[in-house]
């Protein structure tokens, strides 16, 4: 993404995706007012010029009419602008959110899109805090794309309007220069173009650094992030373990990293910041010193001096865009980059899996699961077992021993959330699969909506789920099933792993994968529940990575990694 060229390209694909998507004809409407209100506020800034030379030709006239009128002018010139200004500053808003919302849903779609936000973590490159690069990063990606493509085209507007204006005002200029007189049509456009060049060269090169120091600054933010994340996540173990003290000093390691990038960006704006007042001030003297001649000279009226100076700064500001915009550039390219880097991380997943010969997932045309010739690979291609073949019936109960991440990396495979390896997986005609994790994602709410999930609450009936409740032994959470809070946090272990078992019951599948899902339990309660499980899903096969001693009697099979 750093190449420029290439920069530009992927944000237009991208951008063309949002003015072509299924919202596309609000979208374009509001683009259209958008510009239109824009224009109506480029008229009123040339009104305003027209009206301060007229003012000022009044004044020098000593006319108390004109003045009178140029007043009545102004009250009907600050109404349109108001009312311009909040107009365009609605839509400018709707517009905003319409693009952030689009490309939000874009990039969570596509991360979110089978087992790839899994996947992507075992890829090089820059995809880390996809959390920070969709919150943060989409926001000032459509944001400030929104307010630098308005001030981009107004200062177009104002370039093509007031370059007229200062033709009109520059009037011809001779210079005598050996005896030949030389007419210089339109001066005041050539100063207005060369002096706003060399101040955009200088201003470039002041600021180049900051797009870079800005890109870096936003990592270490997101990883600052992420970490106080993790840690408010685990902040049990933290704090069974008394492990405060090296949380902080790992919250002072990536800190310190924040404060060297705001180090060198600090320098940065301070160039930036120099530059930009020092050529503000300058900006509001020159075009006077260079129109003042001709006024003094008696060529113009104080009118057509005041305009001019108008026209002219209008017109060095347009000009001046790039120089003016350096700092909001810088920050929202990199955050486009950072978008951009996420989703072209996404996009090699699907070439790989398109490309390469790894496990390939097949239906079965048979109630049976399948594992033939199977080998498990990490993303490198490290071999971690080979040679593994096995047909799973309808009610078989397999227990998987030996390596339990070799296990777990099975069960991923059968999911299809890590394909790196070869052979191949049939998956059975019929029945659901379900998979039971160390300890089930209980997202923050309603504990019946945290049972229920990743369905809808009203999937399950009420009393089910105080059935289950009960078979596992957490009768008192029924009086809580209404209430919200952050379960992860509030529930121990046990209870996590417990109400894994009330999911899994009011699913009802026909497969289950439990993955050292019950290892937070007492030996005897994991045989129970294990059992329990064999009780109320008689006909369901049962695949298991446990060390359970005593579970001979129950499980028909075993699979050795």
């Given at each position: 993404?750093?190449?420029?060229?290439?920069?530009?390209?992927?944000?237009l694909k991208l951008s063309r995706l949002f003015w072509h998507s299924g919202r596309k004809k609000r979208i374009r409407n509001t683009t259209y007012l958008f510009a239109l209100?824009?224009?109506?506020?480029?008229?009123?800034?040339?009104?305003?010029?027209?009206?301060?030379?007229?003012?000022?030709?009044?004044?020098?006239?000593?006319?108390?009419?004109?003045?009178?009128?140029?007043?009545?002018?102004?009250?009907?010139?600050?109404?349109?602008?108001?009312?311009?200004?909040?107009?365009?500053?609605?839509?400018?808003?709707?517009?905003?959110?319409?693009?952030?919302?689009?490309?939000?849903?874009?990039?969570?779609?596509?991360?979110?899109?089978?087992?790839?936000?899994?996947?992507?973590?075992?890829?090089?490159?820059?995809?880390?805090?996809?959390?920070?690069?969709?919150?943060?990063?989409?926001?000032?990606?459509?944001?400030?794309?929104?307010?630098?493509?308005?001030?981009?085209?107004?200062?177009?507007?104002?370039?093509?309007?007031?370059?007229?204006?200062?033709?009109?005002?520059?009037?011809?200029?001779?210079?005598?220069?050996?005896?030949?007189?030389?007419?210089?049509?339109?001066?005041?456009?050539?100063?207005?173009?060369?002096?706003?060049?060399?101040?955009?060269?200088?201003?470039w090169w002041v600021g180049k650094p900051l797009t870079d120091a800005t890109n870096v600054r936003q990592s270490a933010e997101a990883k600052f992030r992420a970490g106080l994340?993790?840690?408010?996540?685990?902040?049990?173990?933290?704090?069974?373990?008394?492990?405060?003290?090296?949380?902080?000093?790992?919250?002072?390691?990536?800190?310190?990293?924040?404060?060297?990038?705001?180090?060198?960006?600090?320098?940065?704006?301070?160039?930036?910041?120099?530059?930009?007042?020092?050529?503000?001030?300058?900006?509001?003297?020159?075009?006077?010193?260079?129109?003042?001649?001709?006024?003094?000279?008696?060529?113009?009226?104080?009118?057509?001096?005041?305009?001019?100076?108008?026209?002219?700064?209008?017109?060095?500001?347009?000009?001046?865009?790039?120089?003016?915009?350096?700092?909001?550039?810088?920050?929202?390219?990199?955050?486009?980059?950072?978008?951009?880097?996420?989703?072209?991380?996404?996009?090699?997943?699907?070439?790989?899996?398109?490309?390469?010969?790894?496990?390939?997932?097949?239906?079965?045309?048979?109630?049976?699961?399948?594992?033939?010739?199977?080998?498990?690979?990490?993303?490198?291609?490290?071999?971690?077992?080979?040679?593994?073949?096995?047909?799973?019936?309808?009610?078989?109960?397999?227990?998987?021993?030996?390596?339990?991440?070799?296990g777990a990396k099975l069960f991923r495979a059968i999911a299809g959330v890590s394909p790196w390896g070869a052979g191949e997986i049939d998956l059975p005609a019929k029945g659901?699969?379900?998979?039971?994790?160390?300890?089930?994602?209980?997202?923050?709410?309603?504990?019946?909506?945290?049972?229920?999930?990743?369905?809808?609450?009203?999937?399950?009936?009420?009393?089910?789920?105080?059935?289950?409740?009960?078979?596992?032994?957490?009768?008192?959470?029924?009086?809580?099933?209404?209430?919200?809070?952050?379960?992860?946090?509030?529930?121990?272990?046990?209870?996590?792993?417990?109400?894994?078992?009330?999911?899994?019951?009011?699913?009802?599948?026909?497969?289950?994968?439990?993955?050292?899902?019950?290892?937070?339990?007492?030996?005897?309660?994991?045989?129970?529940?294990?059992?329990?499980?064999?009780?109320?899903?008689?006909?369901?096969?049962?695949?298991?990575?446990?060390?359970?001693?005593?579970?001979?009697?129950?499980?028909?099979?075993?699979?050795?990694?």
């Open positions: 993404m750093s190449n420029k060229k290439n920069f530009f390209i992927e944000f209100l824009t224009v109506m506020q480029m008229v009123v800034a040339v009104l305003m010029t027209q009206w301060s030379a007229g003012l000022y030709n009044a004044l020098e006239r000593h006319s108390m009419k004109g003045f009178l009128i140029q007043v009545a002018l102004l009250s009907l010139l600050f109404i349109a602008d108001m009312t311009l200004m909040g107009s365009h500053l609605e839509v400018k808003r709707n517009l905003q959110i319409l693009w952030r919302t689009w490309l939000t849903d874009h990039v969570i779609s596509r991360w979110m899109e089978k087992g790839r936000h899994h996947l992507v973590s075992n890829l090089e490159g820059e995809h880390d805090n996809p959390d920070g690069r969709i919150a943060e990063d989409c926001r000032v990606a459509t944001e400030s794309a929104v307010l630098l493509g308005h001030t981009l085209f107004y200062s177009i507007l104002l370039l093509l309007s007031f370059t007229k204006v200062l033709w009109d005002k520059s009037g011809v200029i001779h210079l005598d220069y050996g005896g030949y007189h030389i007419p210089i049509y339109g001066h005041l456009i050539l100063v207005a173009v060369v002096y706003t060049c060399i101040a955009s060269w200088i201003g994340l993790e840690a408010k996540e685990n902040s049990q173990a933290i704090a069974l373990i008394h492990a405060e003290q090296s949380e902080r000093h790992r919250f002072r390691k990536l800190f310190c990293q924040i404060r060297k990038v705001w180090n060198t960006q600090t320098r940065a704006w301070r160039n930036i910041v120099m530059f930009g007042n020092g050529y503000a001030t300058l900006s509001m003297v020159f075009p006077t010193l260079v129109v003042a001649p001709r006024y003094i000279l008696g060529m113009i009226t104080l009118g057509d001096l005041m305009q001019s100076v108008q026209a002219f700064q209008h017109m060095s500001g347009a000009l001046s865009w790039p120089v003016n915009s350096l700092g909001a550039i810088a920050e929202w390219r990199a955050s486009v980059e950072r978008v951009l880097s996420l989703l072209d991380s996404l996009d090699k997943i699907d070439e790989e899996l398109r490309e390469n010969q790894w496990i390939q997932l097949k239906n079965s045309e048979e109630p049976v699961l399948a594992f033939r010739d199977l080998s498990l690979a990490e993303h490198d291609g490290t071999v971690l077992a080979e040679g593994i073949s096995m047909e799973v019936n309808e009610g078989d109960h397999v227990i998987l021993s030996g390596n339990s991440a070799v659901r699969l379900f998979f039971m994790p160390p300890r089930p994602h209980l997202p923050t709410g309603p504990l019946r909506e945290a049972i229920c999930y990743p369905n809808m609450r009203r999937s399950f009936p009420r009393d089910k789920i105080e059935e289950g409740l009960r078979l596992v032994d957490l009768e008192h959470l029924i009086d809580q099933l209404d209430c919200e809070n952050n379960w992860v946090q509030t529930l121990t272990r046990g209870e996590q792993q417990r109400l894994g078992i009330v999911r899994l019951l009011i699913n009802y599948p026909s497969w289950i994968f439990i993955q050292e899902a019950l290892d937070s339990l007492e030996i005897q309660e994991e045989e129970r529940m294990v059992r329990l499980i064999g009780e109320q899903l008689p006909h369901a096969a049962i695949l298991i990575i446990s060390n359970m001693p005593n579970g001979a009697d129950f499980f028909s099979r075993r699979l050795s990694l």
